[in-house]
């Protein structure tokens, strides 16, 4: 098993060439950008929702960035975004693409991020999704051959929301479908609903007040979505 941090093969010169030419990855699907040398929008999935956060429907999809077909299959991190529209990874918005996906690939490493829905912010879909993060690691372990990953050494690294990462890896972790080798989290959050923070609090005044300040008729007050408030 290889760590993030242990080099597993450098990577060849040009290791975009074959991924380029390849059509859709043997029934994976995906199209091939070169912006990010990356494949975007595999469905691992079929479910779509609408995402109040972001105003805009989403799909269960991933983006894939392979290190190199013609090396032996590489270890995968899967990234588990925290929310507001940020599955996608650019090279040139922000630090992630540079962070994570270049530092993975001079590693060894391919990455795939992933869209999944959020068992509590999307709580008014009906069943409650609290598998997607899990049905998508799944989807990875049947289709590591195509991806040119190794099924069994895999990672995730998550943020807020996407920390619910590391509930799926350790309530599945005997499954060798979902199990992961570690999972990374960073800001880890418990819950969406306010009340719910609200009962944490010593001084129930204080408890109240905050449910006040990030209730939903105010949610947009200030420019603020009520959700990031408490981030503070």
Known sequence: MNTLLESVSPLRASPWAAHAAMAGMAGVGGTWCVDGQCYRGIAWGSETWFDPAVGKMLRQDLDFFPVDCEQRASPLIIYLHPAL???????????????????????GFSVASVEYRQPVWDDLLDPTPDNDIATARRWVHTHARQLGVDAGNVFFVDQSRGTLGLRTALQHRHDPAVRVNAAYSHHERTTFRGVEVARRFLAEADGLGFVDRISPERAYDGGIPFFQRYLR
Do not use: E, M
């Not at 529209?85 to 590693?107: E, F, H």
């Open 85 to 107: 529209d940020t599955k996608t990874i650019y090279p040139t918005r922000g630090p992630l693409y540079a962070g994570l996906v270049q530092a993975a690939r001079a590693s």
